[in-house]
């Protein structure tokens, strides 16, 4: 009896390290969240001493590094979402063709070939799609478009698309081969057809995966920084003409980065400002997605 | 143009029961393979129409397959395979002129758990009419009431045909799912333990309903209850690792077997 109860005292304690040592790795990450998100914070305000808030989301030239000084987000954002748009146009129907071919039509066989190949895509370095877009697709497309100058968001922004491909197809595929095999076997009892089972039943049920999956798709390439930095230029320009150099926030960081940009100038109060704005919109983004995970959430379990 | 294919002009029906009632599927020497693995052995019989036939059995003993058969829908498991006749109404139903899905409008089923869509009532019961373009607009929404008022659901759901299929009980679920297999106008319907994952009261409400649609639709379930198959059914199969033991009037099989086995069985005995 005695030393089942020590027993249970040294298994009582054994439980308590280990579970506070996983509380301390989980506090970790938050801990390393929470320090950056304060540095953006402490920065973005010193920027905002020197700089009102209006002019930041007013102004429409972005000129900081210039002496005549311009703080307007605007060119920045446009470059930022005229990639990203591209992107996505590229990904969503290529990655949802895929996401529906392998869940639906591919034989087991094919699809566990197929998945971790498309995986090896999303594990390519951006630096070598930076480079792939710069000096393959621009000259390629400018072929097609005589007008296109050598850096343009067009370029980048397809490869972008090309490399979130995989994280679109795979997300998705993992969403619609999640949706039970009851609901199939309903839609054909009916006499349903392969393709009306995959795009009336499957997708729809889906949807809440496949949504999700698409906003970390768009998230991912505002976030996308090599392939930008390298492909379509560096000039902050407020236009939505995919054939123009533009600049995108991600690369405005870099380059004022690798600059000498001497620690606590406006200028390097600036890319602090526009690193918040970019963490602000993919937080938006991570929460329209949570909130649309939860509004479809699917109830069959 | 689907109706034509299943026409059953040219080729007379197979004898008829004891009942005269003329039969619906004519099974002979069926057998079933998943694989390797044989899970139906030589079953002959003859489902009679607008009756209720009930396949009865331990688990595992092949009677869902079988009724699986019977709307092809065994052809979309890899590895499945059978051998033997099967005629609808006098065709033989793998024949290759006849495309499965229409096969599918005309013999709808019925699953062992709930599986509506995760869409609105409505939209449940609309899918078979929209997907064969049965009917449109206003005549969809009558032949939407129709098919609930079939399955009884009716009254229980006309003031929230909007509101998702998910939010409804199980056995309103079951019945939503009945009402799905009848919006495309099939002439049997299979059920596949229609009632295993329900309470008795909802359960009570469909074998209620069965009877009744047992005036104008030939009805073949599997059932792992016995005494479900005692209530409902017309015929009685009793199918015991893959082979067909006995098969006849429901009374009979159960008052006085032919066989030690159904008797064993329908005695409590094993299963």
Known sequence: MEIAHQHATKRRI???????????????????TIGIVAVLIVETVAFFRHVPMWRFLTDTQWTPLFANKHFGIAPLVAGTMLTSTIAIAVAMPLGLLTAIYLSEFAKEGVRQAVKPLLEILAGVPTVVYGYFALLFVTPLLQRLIPQLAGFNALSPGIVMGLMIIPMVASLSEDA?????????????????????????????????????SLLLAISRAIGETMIVAIA????????????????????????????????????????????MTLFLSTLLLNLFSLWLRERFREQYA | MYASVLRNDSISNPPSTAHDSPSVFAIQGLECW??????????????????????????????STLIRCLNRINDLI???RMSGHILFKGRELDDPAIDPLTIRLKVGMVFQKPNPFPKSIYENVAY????????????????????????????????????????????????????????????????????????????????????????????????????????????????????????????????????????????????
């Open chain 1, 176 to 212: 619609m081969y999640a949706v039970p095999q009851g609901l199939r076997e309903a839609a054909y009892a009916l006499g349903s057809s392969k393709l009306q089972v995959s795009l009336r039943v499957v997708v729809p049920a889906a949807f809440s995966g496949i949504a999700a």
């Open chain 2, 128 to 271: 078979g009419p929209r997907i064969w373009e049965l009917h449109r607009d206003r005549r969809l929404d009558d032949h939407v009431e129709k098919s609930l008022r079939k399955a009884a659901l009716w009254d229980e759901v006309k003031d929230k045909l909007g509101q998702n299929a998910l939010t409804l009980s199980g056995g309103q679920q079951q019945r939503l799912c009945i009402a799905r297999a009848l919006a495309v106008e099939p002439e049997v319907l299979l059920l596949d333990e229609p009632c295993s994952a329900l309470d008795p009261i909802a359960t009570g409400k469909i074998e209620e309903l069965l009877l009744e649609l047992k005036q104008r639709y030939t009805l073949v379930i599997v059932t792992h209850n016995m005494q479900q198959a005692a209530r409902v059914s017309d015929e009685t199969g009793f199918l015991l690792m893959g082979e067909l033991i006995e098969f006849g009037p429901t009374e009979k099989l159960f008052t006085t077997p032919g066989d030690s086995r159904t008797e064993a069985y329908i005695t409590g005995r094993f299963g």
């Open chain 2, 78 to 80: 890899p590895g499945f």
């Open chain 1, 14 to 32: 054994g439980e308590r390290v280990i579970s506070i040592g996983l509380a301390c790795c989980g506090g970790l990450s938050i801990l390393t």
């Open chain 1, 232 to 275: 379509a230029g560096q000039q902050p320009r407020f236009t939505l003409n995919p054939f123009v150099p533009v600049e995108t926030m991600t690369a405005y960081i870099v380059q004022v980065s690798l600059g000498d940009t001497p620690t606590g100038t406006l200028e390097y109060n600036t890319i602090f400002a526009v690193g």
């Open chain 2, 34 to 63: 998943y694989g390797t693995h044989q899970v139906i052995r030589k079953v002959s019989l003859i489902i009679p129409e607008r009756r209720i036939t009930a396949i009865i059995g331990p688990s595992g003993c092949g009677k």
